[in-house]
């Protein structure tokens, strides 16, 4: 299990679900307050995944960590 220093530190990608679709997410922001959370790459196995450049989300620290933790989906919407 990761800690929300183990977060900040690693910076690991979240599963994040934006406008209906589920991307990976990237996490920035380790000495914020809150992680900055953006879409980076869409979670389709029909086709091929396509980087973007997606809005930024605020998400605490213990949201991110929960969520990678229990394979969760963080909504960004």
Request: charged content about 20%.
């Amino acid at each position: 299990m990761l800690t929300s220093d183990d977060v900040k530190r690693d910076l690991p990608m979240v599963k994040g679900r934006y406008n209906n679709k589920l991307f990976w997410c990237s996490v920035t922001g380790r000495l914020n307050q809150f992680a900055t959370v953006s879409p980076y790459q869409v979670i389709d196995n029909k086709k091929l995944v396509t980087t973007v450049i997606g809005p930024c989300f605020h998400v605490s620290w213990d949201t991110v960590t929960n969520a990678i933790n229990h394979n969760q989906t963080l909504s960004l919407d």
